[in-house]
């Protein structure tokens, strides 16, 4: 199976497109799955409790005529939580216009992963008899160019994209849209999707965006404040036509955690950030409210694992 991968630069593209696909090209692609032997594949987790509901959904599946196809899905079913549906995401980043997701969560209530284990009978019927709508959500745009003119570096975020060091505080100019905003100085930067807001960016105290918002959101972490460094302190929303450019001003090798991925780069240029050109696809069989998720997530006294 293909690993997390750099991306290239260059992209078509994509069409115009609303939350939740209805156009006749997506019509196809529902039916696909029911005249044209839909291809699914599964990542596990890794747990036992995974690994069984893994096997099972295989098995089930592949006896209702729909082939296994870990190199070119049209579903990929993770099967964990939130992590494990990152990981997928990765794994096919390089045809989110082709492969959709969908997660069986088998730890905490998760953002991604709407399914329960004891629903298990019912998805796999759903999946291999039901044409699933669409839903797309923004992506992240993460581009870092080194001093050297060498290629740059492109990567998408389903999260979000923290910057850090190891080596003290990091000092950034930050322009937004072309022009000087701001001098940070702290221990880092988390830039997040929508999606991504109620992770790390919530952690650090930024705002909860509803995904099918065009925006990404800017939180700083322990900036420092004084006569010579002076930041907004608060969360920054940019929408989808404006563009961050962080430019270093201090010698660092910087540490970069796009959603589960570790990076270090030395002698940056600059690292560029906005919502990309491509989304990513969630497989809809019913529906599944954000506010629900985050009323469950965070407020509820009800827990299940």
Not at 296 to 302: A, G, K, P, T
Request: net charge positive.
């Amino acid at each position: 199976m293909r690993k997390c991968q750099r991306l290239s630069t260059k992209f078509k593209r994509p069409r115009k497109s609303s939350t939740v696909k209805k156009s006749k090209k997506d019509k196809r692609r529902n039916h696909r799955g029911v005249d044209k032997q839909m291809k699914f594949s599964i990542l596990s987790k890794g747990d036992k409790k995974s690994n069984e509901i893994r096997t099972k959904i295989k098995s089930y599946l592949t006896e209702f005529k729909l082939e296994y196809d870990e190199e070119e899905p049209d579903l990929a079913i993770s099967v964990g939580g939130d992590g494990t549906l990152l990981e997928a995401f990765h794994t096919y980043v390089h045809r989110l216009d082709q492969t959709a997701f969908i997660g069986v969560h088998t730890g905490h209530l998760g953002f991604y992963a709407d399914w329960m284990p004891e629903e298990l009978e019912k998805l796999i019927i759903e999946i291999a008899r039901t044409p699933f709508q669409v839903v797309e959500y923004p992506l992240l745009e993460v581009i870092i160019r080194p001093k050297s003119g060498e290629e740059e570096d492109r990567y998408l975020a389903l999260n979000e994209c923290a910057i850090k060091t190891s080596e003290g505080s990091v000092v950034f100019d930050i322009d937004i849209k072309g022009d000087h905003f701001e001098t940070f100085r702290g221990d880092g930067l988390c830039i997040s999707t929508p999606s991504g807001s109620t992770a790390y960016n919530k952690a650090l105290g930024g705002a909860i965006l509803h995904p099918s918002l065009e925006a990404i959101q800017i939180a700083e972490m322990a900036s420092i404040n004084n006569r010579v460094f002076r930041t907004i302190g608060s969360p920054l929303i940019l929408p989808g036509h404006h563009t961050c450019l962080l430019k270093p001003l201090n010698e660092r090798s910087f540490l970069f955690t796009i959603d589960h991925i570790t990076r270090t780069y030395k002698d940056v240029k600059s690292i560029q950030f906005r919502v990309a050109k491509e989304k990513v696809r969630f497989a809809r069989f019913r529906p599944f409210p954000f506010w629900k998720r985050v009323h469950d997530s965070f407020v509820s006294d009800d827990y299940s694992s």
